[in-house]
T-cell receptor, first 114, second 118 residues
Framework: ELKVEQNPLFLSMQEGKNYTIYCNYSTTSDRLYWYRQDPGKSLESLFVLLSNGAVKQEGRLMASLDTKARLSTLHITAAVHDLSATYFC??????????????FGQGTILTVHP | DAGITQSPRHKVTETGTPVTLRCHQTENHRYMYWYRQDPGHGLRLIHYSYGVKDTDKGEVSDGYSVSRSKTEDFLLTLESATSSQTSVYFCAAQERGLAGGRGYNEQFFGPGTRLTVL
């Protein structure tokens, strides 16, 4: 059974600081997704990481994937208040099918304060 | 996105009553999913569909059933609601399979339904 664990679950950051959210998963997968959720809202796709060594960047966020370590990171550079949200990683569980299913981490609640 | 809407957006019901949540998408996506979101658990898959009339169970399917008679609609039914089913329910859709190939296939999510069972 695929298990996905994020840490930390709560992250309080000062504006301007850097930090990293970690996503570990328990079985082999070569595809990982990062989503953002604002309070009371739906999930918004941030990154799709397709292979080992993949790195994607958008603004102050950078995501990477190490399939051998079964680890993805979401790095935040010079945090700003607008980044306050809950961030989820989700790992593809193909299960021998072509469509696959996603298993989500618990989510990291990020708060950026002055 | 896949033009996904969910109805109702909010519902309060009593224990033991049947409840049906509707997910509607306008993009003709083949695959649809129902998740529930609870604090500390992220999103957990309830049921999914890989085509009209083709559905299967996810990790937390007990107490739930689904139906998909048309591509655009995916219904989630709680036959007899319990307080443990109080949650926020999200529907998702995707055009193609996530596995295989190198496509950036993604799941797109609806706005969610907040269900309270008293």
């Amino acid at each position: 059974e695929l298990k996905v664990e994020q840490n930390p679950l709560f992250l309080s950051m000062q504006e301007g600081k850097n930090y990293t959210i970690y996503c570990n998963y328990s079985t082999t997968s070569d595809r990982l997704y990062w989503y953002r959720q604002d309070p009371g809202k739906s999930l918004e796709s941030l990154f799709v990481l397709l292979s080992n060594g993949a790195v994607k960047q958008e603004g102050r966020l950078m995501a990477s994937l190490d399939t051998k370590a079964r680890l993805s990171t979401l790095h935040i550079t010079a945090a700003v208040h607008d980044l306050s949200a809950t961030y989820f990683c989700a790992v593809l569980n193909a299960g021998g099918t072509s469509y696959g299913k996603l298993t989500f981490g618990q989510g990291t609640i990020l708060t950026v304060h002055p | 996105d896949a033009g996904i809407t969910q109805s109702p957006r909010h519902k309060v019901t009593e224990t033991g009553t049947p409840v049906t949540l509707r997910c509607h998408q306008t993009e003709n996506h083949r695959y649809m999913y129902w998740y529930r979101q609870d604090p500390g658990h992220g999103l957990r898959l309830i049921h999914y569909s890989y085509g009209v009339k083709d559905t299967d169970k996810g990790e937390v399917s007990d107490g739930y059933s689904v139906s998909r008679s048309k591509t655009e609609d995916f219904l989630l039914t709680l036959e007899s609601a319990t307080s443990s089913q109080t949650s926020v329910y999200f529907c998702a859709a995707q055009e193609r399979g996530l596995a295989g190939g190198r496509g950036y296939n993604e799941q797109f999510f609806g706005p969610g339904t907040r269900l309270t069972v008293l």
